[in-house]
């Protein structure tokens, strides 16, 4: 078993290496570096044809691509602690989550990032600006959605952690990385981040 990542503070691979943390599994790990290219290499791509990373290859060759594929999949194996919910209401929670941090923060960031981040200008051709622009206001709504919706000493889906945390916590720290995110304005979401953050597998995922 291989797990083709990355390091911090690249997003999606950063998901799973917390996870992993979380449950206290441990597997051998390469990481490609982004900025080098070596993750559209021949070798890997054959891997994985979206060039992408993470990436788990199985002993058999399989190989399960996407961050939260990758971490269903070590659930299944590991099921304590619970990450993805308890019970069929619960699991419903933390997808709905899930799906609100992917979708209402992490598509308008990352067309923000593509768009009008210096970093990305070599890679994608051409930039949009106009549109990445646009998409800051809904960055910033996203943002104030999520100070709004987390209780104070919550967790993204309830009382529970969860990888909807993971997920918003990873998203929120690469955006803060590449300056594209501030939580000045969100004292609740500020305050979620920083005790995530105190987590030790955070720190799992700091390299």
């Not at 990355?6 to 998901?15: H, I, L, M, S, T």
């Not at 941090?101 to 994608?124: K, R």
């Not at 889906?157 to 929120?172: K, M, N, P, Q, V």
Request: charge should be negative; glycine fraction near 6%.
């Amino acid at each position: 078993m291989m797990l083709w990542s990355a390091a911090a503070p690249a997003p999606n691979p950063r998901r799973v290496t917390i996870f992993l943390a979380e449950k206290g599994v441990t597997i051998p790990v390469t990481d490609l570096a982004i900025f080098k290219g070596e993750h559209k290499a021949p070798a890997f791509v054959e891997k994985n044809p979206r060039g992408q990373v993470p990436a788990l290859e199985l002993d058999d060759g399989t190989v399960i691509a996407e961050s939260i594929s990758i971490c269903r999949y070590f659930d299944a194996l590991y099921p304590e602690p619970p990450l993805f919910g308890t019970d069929p209401l619960d699991r419903a929670l933390v997808d709905m989550a899930l799906r609100r941090v992917e979708t209402v923060l992490g598509i308008p960031l990352s067309m923000v990032w593509m768009h009008c981040h210096p970093f990305t200008a070599a890679v994608v051709v051409p930039q949009y600006k106009d549109f990445g622009e646009s998409n800051r206001a809904k960055v910033a709504t996203a943002l104030a959605w999520f100070d709004a919706a987390i209780a104070p000493g919550g967790f993204v889906a309830g009382e529970r952690f969860s990888i909807a945390d993971i997920a918003l916590w990873s998203t929120l720290d690469f955006g803060r990385a590449v300056g594209l995110v501030m939580l000045d304005d969100t004292p609740a979401l500020a305050d979620w981040f920083a005790r995530v953050a105190a987590r030790p597998s955070i720190a799992a995922g700091a390299g």
